[in-house]
């Protein structure tokens, strides 16, 4: 491994992304030492054709099999294609595809090669990062809080706030920036709220052959059906205390709910179906947060903004508003945990994952021509 990856000084880290939306692969490059965030670099996005995603759906909840392993050479060669454009980069942050996650049963599984991938770009790639949490006792998920509370330093925070990543999953930072660093009991807590987009998205390419619910315009023609809004939220998920985390089809059972609605009442009806687990997992902030950023696909959905910016007494603002791409942030976060598990830094804690101690988790793989 370089000399300067085992240093101290900030490192040009280049973070992948490929969430459970399944819309494409996120790139960026991020400067940092692991502690602080020094700058912000270059960014590309790389969507994925309707016979790709394809690919990937036919693997979702599969553990094993003939669909793993093409889902697996899919995320391999699309990775390697949009990772190859940037240059001077001194290690990559590589996620993977989620297919299946199940922590407290069979595990939770991510594909993608790194050592594959590292000998591609040419330079050492981090990845595999859920796994040794998971075996420590944690929910592998979300991995994202201890960027969020490098991002909240980056902004000037000054008291909690929240950030809301609204992917396939929603999922809940909950940030004290006052606290001296991530892994301090009381400076964070982080959990999945919920379904986001992920329903939706299965109900408009079932239904209409829409990749998602653009800008919202389906859901904003229906009305919120009550009665299967009640019976999502007797799932006994929303009591659980956190942290805790869920599979992309934990609540495939909820497109049943709405399967006698029309198009847009069923729309509407799973975009506050998300909007109320935010809601139920607000209640299980140590302290209301001071501002909610909301990242990922549903912040550019109005209908699931107004929805939680009516129901909450603090500002629900896209992250754009500071000064963060929201586009990028979970690239970014791979980005900046790959240098902390490089330097022996953990990324997780009791407070985010459940794990029983703290975990730096990840695999780091050189290509033979770096030492």
């Known amino acids: 491994m370089k000399e300067a990856i085992r240093g101290k000084g900030p490192l040009r880290a280049l973070g992948a992304m490929s969430g459970t939306s399944l819309d494409g692969v996120d790139a960026a490059v991020i400067e940092t030492d692991g502690h602080v965030i020094t700058s912000f670099g270059e960014t590309a996005y790389r969507p994925y054709s309707e016979a790709e995603q394809a690919v990937l759906r036919a693997a979702l909840g599969q553990w094993s099999g003939p669909e ?188 049943e709910l709405v399967s006698e609605l029309d198009d847009a009442d069923a729309a509407a009806t799973l975009t506050g179906m998300s909007a109320a687990g935010v809601l139920q997992g607000i209640e299980h902030c140590p302290a209301p947060p001071e501002r909610l950023l909301v990242t990922g696909g549903g912040r550019k959905n109005p209908v699931m903004m107004e929805m939680l910016r009516a129901a909450l007494d603090c500002p629900v603002e896209p992250v754009e508003a500071a000064g963060l791409d929201g586009d990028m942030l979970e690239a970014q976060a791979f980005g900046f945990l790959a240098v902390r598990v490089a330097r022996g830094m953990a990324t997780s804690c009791a407070a985010t994952t459940g794990v029983r101690a703290l975990v730096g988790g990840g695999i780091v793989s050189s290509p033979a021509t770096v030492t």
């Not at 599984?109 to 050492?124: H, K, S």
């Not at 902004?155 to 001296?180: E, H, M, Q, S, Y």
């Not at 990749?211 to 006994?236: H, I, N, Q, S, Y």
Request: hydrophobic fraction near 40%.
């Open 68 to 255: 793993v392993e093409k889902a697996a050479a899919l995320t391999d060669a699309v990775h390697a294609e949009i990772l190859s454009q940037f240059g001077n980069i001194d290690l990559v942050g590589f996620h993977g595809q989620t297919l299946a996650h199940a922590p407290r049963h069979q595990g939770t599984l991510q594909v993608g090669d790194g050592g594959r991938l590292a000998e591609t770009l040419g330079v050492p790639v981090v990845w595999d990062f859920r796994s040794d949490d998971v075996r420590m006792g944690g929910e592998g998920a979300p991995l994202a809080p201890f960027y969020h509370f490098a991002c909240a330093r980056w902004i000037g925070a000054t008291g909690p706030l929240g950030f809301l990543n609204l992917g396939g999953v929603g999922n809940l930072t909950w940030v004290d920036p006052r606290k001296p660093g991530p892994e301090v009991p009381g400076a964070l807590l982080a959990f999945d709220t919920g379904p986001a987009n992920a329903p939706i998205n299965d109900l408009v390419q079932t239904r209409l052959g829409q990749a998602c619910d653009m800008d919202g315009a389906l859901a904003a023609k229906g009305r919120v059906e009550t009665g299967a809004l009640e019976l999502f939220l007797a799932e006994p998920y929303f009591t659980r205390m956190p942290p805790k985390s869920l599979d992309r089809n934990d609540f495939s059972e909820m497109i």
